[in-house]
Each structure stands twice: as C-alpha cells, then as structure tokens.
C-alpha cells in the first residue's frame, strides 16, 4: 500500500482489503463470506436494478488518542436498516449479524482507520440489495448484503464553517406517506437534480419544504434540519423526514447541556426567530447554516452574520466528536470499543 497522506484525505472511496458478504436464500440468511473483490455480480433481472430494491446506511470507526477504535451507535444504523428493509419489502439481516458485519470488515481493514490527529474517520458502508432475476413487480426472494469500508477526510476541508443553503420549490424530496423516512437509493436519485442546481447557483445544499403544502420544513439536502431558538433546540416532525442518528444523538447531548428539545413542524417563517441553525448527519455531524435564500420570495434567513458557527452549534459538534473519538465519558453507552 502506497503511504497514505491522512491528513489530506477527501470524502469519497478508496480501496481496501476486504469486505464482508451474506446472502439470504430459502427464507433464510447464510453465514458472512469475507471478500477481496470489489465487483458485485448480478443477474440482468435483479430487482434491485428493475424495482428499486435497495437500502443502504453509513456510520464510522473511530481511532481514539489511547489507540483503540470505536465504532458509534451501530445498532441504531442496523435497526434503521431493518425499517428501510420493511418500507420496500426486503428480508431484514438480524441486527447481531449486522453488528458482527460491522465488527469484521473493521478489524480486518484496521490499517486504513486513520489515526487520531488526522481529523479524518473509517466510513462503513452497508449495503442490501434484492438479486432475484424477475419480470413483473414484486418482492425478490434472494438478497445480497454487502458491507465495505473506507477511510474519509474530514468533511469541513477549511475547518469547521457555515455555507448558504437555498429553498426549492421546484422539487419535492419525498411524498408524505411515501418513502423518505427510508434510507434507498431511490430517494437519492430523486434529490440529484435538486443539488446540481443549487451547487451552480452557488449554494452548498438545497433546502426542501414538505411536498403536501410547501410550508413547513423538510429536510436540507440528504441531512437533518435542527434550528436554536433561545435556549430550545428545534427540529422538524415529519412522516417524510429520514431518522437521522446524527440528529438524535444530538438532540440528547442537547438535553444534557441544558436545552429543551422540540420536535414540531416548522413552517418556513418561523426560520426568522432562529439564532442558529444546521444540517446534521453522520459525514460532518453538524454543518452549520450561514443563510437560507428563499429565490422565490425574495427572502433571505441569516444565521451567521459574520460567517463563523453559532455557539451552540459548536457546543454540540464538539460534544459528538469528542465521544466518538474517546475523548469524553460514552454515557450514554453509543459507542463500541473494538479489543
């Protein structure tokens, strides 16, 4: 392995040793199969690549200042998993075999966690997807479940900053009893284009309102909304809004220093009686919010007039990052540490 610069590390894929397989077939899962192949084989049929069956999770591994690695709250990412599963009409891997998935892939990809002054964290990505060859809409029968891992930089290259976000109106991220509280690919793909035009308009993300009466909050991109208002953490309830971890890690930790926590619908306005606010999720746990434009009104919601993250906003970011990495008590029991 060429030596890699750690601390020049971006956000995206790079080859390891190995990853971790299981297949389920005659209603019932087999034993986990370690792989050193990257390439996936597949019927022209699966119904992953006809019908959308396929959920996915991301979480990380952590080097610690005493050495060890730390994985955080994998149980909720396998829970998680196991609700994608039921929203698209997949077989569920137990949540011991996705821990224990977890647990393999890590240990036996050690050498590219990369060490504690870098910044940067073992990505883990989870994979199921239905591999039944069929025509005709309905449940495979035969799944595939896939896990590998890679190491990422840090999210925020320039430090931890606030970025401007943008309202669309153009597009919904979810229908409201459809299947954005699932983490599929589906819901992804619908969202690419929403992103490519905010990204050329200059914004870092777009802002979603909810599909049913474009009023309250949704979602910011492919992460959480969460706003301080006083000494009131508020985050958006929803039937279309993705279970963040980040998000309900957060809320806890918020609770712990002293603020009330909220979980309402938040209509767009209420954004002016915001101090801070961020989109949070397991790549940068917390990116903090400089502004929200709203293009069609004419509107802009400013949350960082002199463009550095609010005081709660880092209280908390610092918090997470302090228990996923060791450096602060796990009291809360999130976090595995790996012999």
Request: glycine share 10%; charged share 25%.
């Amino acid at each position: 392995m060429n030596e890699i610069d750690w601390s020049n590390l971006s956000f995206g894929y790079m080859k390891t040793d190995y990853n971790v397989r299981c297949k389920y077939a005659n209603g019932a899962w087999g034993e986990l199969e370690v792989h050193t192949d990257e390439q996936v084989t597949l019927h022209m049929a699966a119904t992953c690549l006809h019908y959308g069956q396929e959920a996915f999770e991301g979480l990380k591994a952590f080097r610690g200042r005493d050495g060890k690695i730390r994985i955080f709250r994998m149980d909720e990412n396998a829970k998680r998993l196991q609700s994608s599963c039921d929203g698209i009409a997949m077989a569920k891997l137990p949540v011991e075999k996705f821990e224990e998935a977890v647990v393999r892939a890590v240990k036996l990809n050690e050498r590219f966690i990369p060490p504690y002054e870098s910044g940067a964290s073992l990505y883990i990505r989870p994979l199921l997807i239905g591999t039944s060859a069929q025509v005709g809409v309905k449940p495979a029968a035969e799944y595939e479940f896939i896990l590998f891992v890679t190491p990422v930089g840090p999210y925020f290259k320039g430090g931890f900053q606030t970025t401007p976000f943008v309202v669309t109106r153009k597009y919904d991220r979810a229908a409201p009893l459809g299947t954005g509280i699932y983490k599929i690919g589906g819901n992804y793909a619908a969202s690419l284009n929403a992103g490519e035009e905010a990204h050329r308009l200059g914004y870092s993300n777009v802002f979603y309102l909810d599909a049913k009466e474009r009023k309250y909050i949704d979602e910011c991109g492919a992460a959480n909304f969460f706003g301080i208002k006083g000494n009131t953490y508020v985050t958006p309830k929803s039937t279309s809004i993705l279970p963040s971890i980040t998000n309900k890690s957060l809320m806890v930790l918020a609770e712990d220093l002293g603020l009330t926590v909220e979980r309402r619908p938040i209509a767009l306005e209420e954004l002016d009686t915001f101090d801070e606010a961020g989109a949070c999720g397991t790549a940068a746990v917390i990116s903090p919010i400089e502004r929200i434009d709203d293009l069609d009104n004419g509107k802009s919601y400013v949350f960082a007039k002199d463009g550095k993250p609010g005081p709660w906003c880092e209280k908390l970011y610092h918090k997470l990052r302090a228990i996923q990495y060791g450096d602060e008590p796990d009291t809360h029991g999130w976090v595995t540490v790996l012999d």
